[in-house]
């Protein structure tokens, strides 16, 4: 074998060598990709079973922000209404007793029921 054929063969064994030591430090940087693409899933994973406490804290939050907002507002809206009324009453003379009432919102078959015993007719 000739002298040139060694130094060729030495030159592939270096370059058989680096490629191998490439591979390691490719193979080393996949597993730590990897390593890391499971803690965001696990992560992920997480804030996906927070996601329902979250949006129902969120909308009790809103639900109390709402609340706090708007009564001072209905407070006002009914005193408002309520010296109206009297108002109403003073010029028209009508006594409280002799006021309209109206009935109170219920389901469909407890007015039924109600209607049934005002008027035993139907």
Known sequence: MALPDI?????????????????????????AVNDRMRMIEDRLLQIETQIPHLSKASENAARAASTEALNPHLMEIGSRLSALETRLDQLTGVTPSRKLTLPQLTSPKKADKRQKKIDPDQ
Not at 7 to 31: E, M, P, Q
């Open 7 to 31: 130094g060729r063969l030495l030159s592939l064994a270096r370059k058989a060598d680096d490629l191998f030591k490439l591979h390691d430090t490719v193979k080393d940087g996949l597993a």
